[in-house]
C-alpha cells in the first residue's frame, strides 16, 4: 500500500510539472536551432525566448513545471559538468600555467568583490558577476546562484549576469584573436590568454580554432581548468555563507555541501580514473549542455524584463571592469612567463 502511495504520488508530481518542462524544453530546442543556424550564442537565444513567453510562467499549469526546471534541472546540468572534467587534462599544462590561470581566477572574484562597492553592488550581485567572469560564464552564473541567499531580486541578477557575461563574451571571441595577432603571441600563448579570459566554453572553442587547430585544443584545455575550479569555488563560498547567514529568504540554512557540487566531483573524480566510459562521459557531457539550456530557458520564463533593464549602466560598468581585469591579468602573467 505504502509503494502504491508514494507512485501515485510521484505520478501526480510527474503530470503537474510536464506541461512547464515541456515548455522549457521547446524553447530550448528552439534557441538550439537559432544558434546552429545563425551562429548565435544558445544560452542566450535560449534567454531571450524565454523572456519573450514569459507570461506561461505568471498562470496556468505551466508554472510548476517552469520553477522545476529552473532549479533542479539547473543542479542537474551543473552536476554532469563534472564528467567533462579529469586530473590528468589539468596537469597536461603544466604547473606554471595552472597556476597563473587559477590565481587570474581568484584574484579576479577578490577584484569584484573588493570594487562592487564603487559600482554601487552589495556583495551579492559582486560575487555573482565575478564568480561568472573568472570561471565559465553563464553556468558559473547558474551554480553560483543556487548557494546565494535569496531575496526577491535575485532571478533578475541571475538574468542580468548571463545576459553580460554571454554578450562580452561573444564580442571576446570576435575581438580577441584579433588581439592576439596584433601582440604576435605564440599558437600556445593565444590559447593560454583564450582559455583564460573568454567566459563562455563556445566561445572559447570558437576563438581558439579560428585561430589553428592546436591553439583551439590549448584554449579549451585551460578554459576547461576553469570549470574544474566551480566546485571549489562554489565549496569555499557556501562554507563562508553558511557563517555569514543564519538562514535564507524562506527560513532555510544555506546547505553545508550543497548536492549538485558534490555530484560534480564525484564525477570529475571517476573520470580522473578513467573509470568512466568516453561514451558515457560524451553523454553526461552532452545531458548537461541540454540541460543548462533548458534550465536557462525557464529562468528567462520567470523574468521580468523591465526589472531586469533597471540595473543600471553601474552594474554594466562592473561586469566590464571584471572582463578587463582578467584579461589585463592573464596578459601580464603571459608577459613575465616569457
Known amino acids: 500500500m505504502i509503494g502504491a502511495s508514494h507512485a501515485s504520488i510521484l505520478c501526480q508530481r510527474a503530470k503537474d510539472l510536464f506541461p512547464g518542462v515541456a515548455v522549457a524544453i521547446l524553447v530550448a530546442v528552439a534557441a538550439k536551432f537559432l544558434s546552429e543556424h545563425y551562429t548565435a550564442p544558445a544560452m542566450l537565444m535560449a534567454l531571450l525566448l ?35 572534467i579529469s586530473f590528468d587534462l589539468i596537469t597536461a599544462l603544466g604547473a606554471p600555467m595552472i597556476a597563473l590561470v587559477v590565481g587570474g581566477l581568484v584574484a579576479t572574484i577578490l577584484f569584484g568583490l573588493a570594487v562592487g562597492r564603487l559600482f554601487g ?17 553563464a553556468s558559473a552564473a547558474m551554480a553560483i546562484a543556487a548557494i546565494l541567499p535569496k531575496d526577491e531580486r535575485s532571478e533578475e541578477r541571475l538574468i542580468f549576469t548571463v545576459v553580460g557575461v554571454t554578450v562580452l563574451s561573444t564580442i571576446a571571441m570576435i575581438v580577441y584573436p584579433i588581439l592576439t595577432e596584433a601582440l604576435e603571441m605564440t599558437r600556445d600563448q593565444a590559447g593560454v590568454f583564450l582559455g583564460g579570459t573568454i567566459h563562455d566554453v563556445a566561445q572559447v572553442v570558437g576563438a581558439g580554432f579560428s585561430i589553428s587547430e592546436a591553439t583551439g585544443d590549448t584554449s579549451t584545455l585551460v578554459k576547461l581548468i576553469r570549470v574544474a575550479m566551480l566546485a571549489p569555488v562554489v565549496i569555499i563560498a557556501s562554507l563562508i555563507i553558511r557563517q555569514m547567514h543564519d538562514g535564507d529568504t524562506d527560513g532555510t540554512r544555506p546547505a553545508l555541501l550543497p548536492g549538485f557540487v558534490l555530484a560534480f566531483l564525484v564525477l570529475a573524480t571517476i573520470n580522473s580514473f578513467n573509470a568512466l566510459p568516453s561514451m558515457v562521459a560524451q553523454g553526461l557531457g552532452e545531458s548537461s549542455r541540454w540541460l543548462l539550456l533548458i534550465a536557462i530557458a525557464a529562468v528567462g520564463m520567470k523574468t521580468n524584463l523591465r526589472q531586469v533593464l533597471s540595473v543600471g549602466p553601474a552594474a554594466i560598468g562592473l561586469i566590464v571592469a571584471e572582463t578587463l581585469f582578467i584579461a589585463i591579468f592573464i596578459l601580464i602573467g603571459l608577459h613575465f612567463m616569457t
Not at 553592488?121 to 560564464?137: E, M, N, P, Q, Y
Open 50 to 84: 524565454g523572456i519573450a513567453v514569459s507570461f506561461l510562467a505568471e498562470e496556468g499549469k505551466t508554472i510548476a513545471g517552469i520553477n522545476f526546471s529552473a532549479r533542479a534541472l539547473l543542479r542537474l546540468g551543473v552536476a554532469l559538468l563534472g564528467a567533462r
Open 121 to 137: 553592488a552589495k556583495w551579492r550581485f559582486s560575487f555573482l558577476t565575478a564568480g561568472s567572469v573568472a570561471i565559465c560564464g
